[in-house]
């Protein structure tokens, strides 16, 4: 019985000793095993386009007569290359363009020419181009018309469509006017002050709006006369400047319509 206690009370001894706060801070402190696990697929992601995206979609492009493409073929303006030369037969692009339009115009058209394509079977996507013509039958001031083209974006987003907003690229009214004052009683110059500041407010607030930005007046071929890529009215332009037009609106298409994919490892 004696050797029993005694041995209980060398092994408590021994314990007692092993787990002291002076053995956890000595020369040898305890060893911490770190685990390795493989990383997870979720945290490995890369952009890809969602290639289904025209699938069953329908890209209404809303307007003046810069969508409408005035003075050309029906085929020449960007709604219809945007068609052709891209999205073949996968998704239906349609012109809203009116000739004279503006953004009161096209709000006030909103029932007529944009609700009734909305289908929530497919995807919804509308590409609006004013406040050019804003100013130039009313003068309408800069911040103005650009509030008044903000709240027509922001009312068809909240409907569910995807909106892309598109910034004013050069135009010079003297030609097309054969006058010094617009009808809204800007000159030239005014007219392209109130466009710059337009542009830079679509630049900064876009994303309060709409879902993306196609910046047609930061394009070096649409920020001066040029004919190749504008008629001689230096408001319309060519089909020519419609092919770079298209060109933008289609990347931006794809741009917002990128997802994110997880990549295996």
Not at 96 to 122: C, H, N, V, Y
Not at 203 to 211: G, I, L, Q, Y
Request: glycine share 6%.
């Amino acid at each position: 019985m004696g050797r029993i206690l005694i041995f209980i009370f060398f092994l408590f001894s021994c314990r007692k000793e092993s787990f002291t706060p002076a053995a956890s801070l000595g020369n040898n402190p305890p060893l911490h095993i770190a685990l390795q696990f493989p990383q997870k697929s979720s945290d490995l992601i890369e952009e890809a386009p969602t290639v289904s995206y025209f699938t069953n979609a329908i890209i209404l492009c809303v307007g003046n007569s810069l969508t409408l493409g005035s003075y050309l073929p029906a085929d020449e303006n960007y709604p219809a290359q945007l068609q052709r030369n891209h999205l073949f037969d996968s998704a239906l692009v349609v012109n809203k363009g009116i000739d004279g339009g503006t953004t009161e115009l096209m709000l006030a058209r909103m029932i007529i020419d944009i609700q009734p394509s909305f289908k929530p079977t497919r995807r919804n996507l509308l590409v609006a181009w004013e406040i050019g013509n804003d100013i130039y039958q009313y003068g309408t001031k800069d911040t103005a018309a650009f509030e008044r083209f903000a709240n027509y974006c922001a009312s068809l987003r909240q409907e569910g469509w995807q909106v892309i907003a598109v910034t004013l690229p050069y135009r010079n009214n003297d030609y097309f006017t054969n006058s010094l004052l617009t009808p809204g009683g800007d000159d030239s110059v005014r007219f392209a002050e109130k466009s710059a500041v337009v542009n830079n407010l679509l630049r900064a607030d876009w994303k309060t709006f709409s879902d993306g930005l196609a910046d047609l007046a930061e394009n070096s071929a649409l920020s001066g006369y040029n004919p190749t890529f504008y008629q001689a009215d230096h408001v319309h332009l060519t089909a020519d400047g419609y092919s770079i037009v298209e060109k933008i609106i289609f990347d931006k298409i794809v741009e917002i319509n990128t997802r994110k994919i997880k990549k295996p490892i």
